[in-house]
């Protein structure tokens, strides 16, 4: 977990599609977080719940480190086809413009978009509200706070950065 693309494959929700009920897929995903975990205690020792607290690499790749925790929380990611037509309705992880502000580590804030995207006819755009909800509560438990959107024709998106 220490490249820009090594390691675990992250599903961001803009890769081709995920199999489902891969036992692989899922093993690999709890290992991942095991790992990640581990990499929380031992570089956050002087936090009163080091797994609680974004780690410095996740910091680094917010967007590897969010989906990741999406996925684990059974959340399912969107996915398209190698023309990048939306195929499935899911998350999609994407880094967000940097707002400024500077984190607690007094580095630039860390900031990702979390979306609720579908391929065109499918109900994504109704089920926006209760999908970001979701992705709000699964954050929240790995110290991510999400805070939701919404522009001007109703398209909600998670503006996600570390706790605090």
Request: aromatic content about 4%; hydrophobic content about 40%; overall charge negative.
């Amino acid at each position: 977990m220490t490249g820009g693309t090594a390691g675990f494959p992250v599903a961001t929700g803009d890769e081709e599609p995920v199999p489902e009920g891969s036992h692989e897929r899922a093993a690999a995903v709890r290992q991942a977080v095991d790992a990640l975990l581990q990499i929380r205690r031992m570089m956050n020792g002087g936090a009163a719940d080091p797994t609680a607290v974004p780690a410095p690499w996740e910091l680094l790749q917010p967007v590897r480190a969010i989906a990741l925790a999406l996925e684990a929380a059974g959340i399912a990611p969107s996915a398209v086809d190698a023309d990048g037509r939306r195929l499935s309705t899911g998350y999609v992880v994407r880094r967000a413009e940097p707002s400024g502000a500077t984190h607690r580590s007094g580095g630039p804030e860390v900031m990702a978009r979390v979306e609720w995207l579908g391929p065109p006819g499918s109900r994504a755009s109704q089920e926006q509200g209760d999908a970001l909800q979701l992705c709000t509560q699964a954050l929240g438990r790995l110290g991510w706070v999400a805070l939701e959107y919404r522009d001007s024709r109703r398209h909600r998106w998670l503006e996600v950065e570390p706790a605090s």
